[in-house]
């Protein structure tokens, strides 16, 4: 508001001084034209040197002025003059608006001084005059018409003016800035009202919300700074839930390895090999959990997942031999996807495993576990099915959360993990801007699928490629 008021008083100044130049300029130029037109008459009157009324020659100079001057009707600003050779003053009818005829020094300087025009200083103001010498028959000096405008007394009269200006224009100015201050106090009042819940927002509390009213600029940005703040207190609240989580996580582990070190007897052996076994089974399952928490954190980064051409052929294969190593199941691969996808593979890889873990301790030896891969036009598909007992409806959304594990009731022999494999498969997942689907009936199995988007176009330009090549 200050810089406006500025710009504003700065803009006032501009117009109240080149106002007042331009005003001064007109007058003085009026001025020179009202003096060149009088000179001019006199002059034209002069040459014709007849009286009209009585149609006589002027016998001289002094008779010339007398007969010019009295016919003169003037403004208040002008003043007409004549000396005659003997240097007796012919005056103007009515008051001067300077006292030039009455002051020797004055108009004797104007008769002296060589120049025809000029403007001479006055403690009265400045007189901008012309001279119009006179000549007889024979050439000798026979008098002077003065002709002069005090333009001091116009000039005066727009400084009057101007200062009328000046005060008008200084209370529009304070008015302005007062309606300015009362206005962008209204205006900014929401961004104040965001400041000051920015101000009220820690990491303790992120309740603070902004009331948003209206369909303008500042209600946009309130809504905006409603959704950041929601956003942030769901990512402290999963960032805290993580933290309880994983230190629970943790201090199991290592609360089972101390209360087995602290009861262990010397003197059995086959207690101790027990309580060493038990000590690295509970190591093993620690390393794990720390190995997934640094995997998800690192999903995080733009890194995580490197894309490249990858032939899905020999992936498909290559996974499937893999997954025949992770249990006495039988493996059927349903599907092979023909062609390249835009993918990394070392990820995809690490996701299905994962799939097929789980799917290895939710089933029994012998059990049907399909895997299989597909590609369409937009994207590629690798999914892992099962005939365990499937996932229940309340854990459709929660298996796929951090160290949530689901219903435990149907895992084979109880077996659980730290409850991070889907989080994992989520994130890969992400990494290549797909998604994970689930697919069960509870009691009959489970299909978990890994869609992971291919660019547009990106299929025909590889049948394109290959058309070339061949």
């Not at 009585?54 to 007398?66: K, P, Q, V």
């Not at 003065?146 to 400084?159: G, H, K, S």
């Not at 089972?256 to 090999?273: H, K, M, S, T, W």
């Amino acid at each position: 508001m200050a810089w406006l008021v500025l710009l504003l008083l700065v803009a006032l100044v501009t117009v109240v001084v080149v106002t007042r130049n331009l005003l001064v300029a007109e007058a003085q130029s009026d001025a020179t034209d009202a003096l060149n037109q009088e000179a001019e008459e006199f002059k034209q009157f002069a040459a014709a040197g007849v009286d009209q009324e009585t149609g006589a020659r002027y016998a001289n100079g002094t008779e010339l002025l007398e007969r010019h001057i009295s016919r003169q009707y003037l403004d208040d600003d002008e003043i007409v003059l004549g000396v005659t050779a003997d240097g007796m003053i012919v005056p103007q009818r009515g008051r001067e608006a300077i006292a030039l005829a009455e002051r020797d020094n004055r108009w004797q300087q104007i008769v002296d001084n060589p120049a025809t025009t000029d403007i001479l200083p006055t403690r009265d103001g400045q007189l901008r005059w012309i001279k119009v010498p006179i000549v007889d028959d024979e050439g000798n000096p026979d008098g002077t018409f003065i002709v002069a405008y005090a333009i001091d007394r116009e000039t005066r009269e727009i400084d009057n003016t101007i200062r009328t200006l000046v005060i008008v224009s200084g209370i529009g100015l304070i008015v302005a800035a007062v309606a300015s201050w009362v206005v962008s106090g209204q205006i900014l009042e929401p961004v104040n009202l965001v400041r000051r819940a920015a101000a009220q927002i820690s990491h303790d509390d992120l309740t603070e919300r902004i009331a948003v009213e209206g369909h303008d600029d500042i209600a946009a940005l309130s809504d905006q700074f409603n959704g950041m703040l929601d956003r942030l207190e769901h990512a402290f609240g999963a960032q805290r839930q993580f933290l309880d989580d994983a230190s629970h996580e943790l201090r199991t582990p290592i609360t089972i390895i101390r209360g087995n070190l602290e009861f262990v007897e010397d003197d059995d052996p086959r207690e101790r090999a027990e309580v060493v076994r038990l000590c690295t089974d509970e190591l093993d399952r620690m390393s794990r959990i720390v190995e997934d928490l640094l995997l998800l954190a690192k999903s995080e980064r733009p890194d995580f997942v490197s894309a490249e051409e990858v032939g899905l052929v020999d992936l498909t294969s290559d996974i499937h031999a893999k997954l025949s190593l992770l249990g006495d199941r039988r493996w059927e691969l349903e599907s092979i996807a023909e062609g390249d996808g835009l993918l990394d593979a070392q990820r995809v890889t690490q996701a299905v495993i994962q799939l097929a873990h789980n799917a290895v301790v939710h089933t029994l030896p012998g059990d049907v576990i399909r895997f299989g891969s597909a590609v369409t036009a937009t994207e590629v598909t690798f999914w892992v099915a099962d005939t365990g007992p499937g996932v229940r409806p309340e854990d459709a959304e929660a298996i796929f959360q951090r160290f949530s594990r689901g219903s435990t009731g149907g895992a084979r022999a109880n077996h659980t993990g730290a409850g991070l494999g889907l989080t994992i498969v989520t994130a890969i997942a992400e990494g290549h801007d797909g998604h994970v689907e689930l697919r069960t009936a509870y009691g009959h199995g489970a299909r978990f699928s890994l869609h992971l988007p291919q660019p547009a176009g990106y299929h025909e330009r590889i049948d394109h490629r290959e058309d070339s090549t061949a």
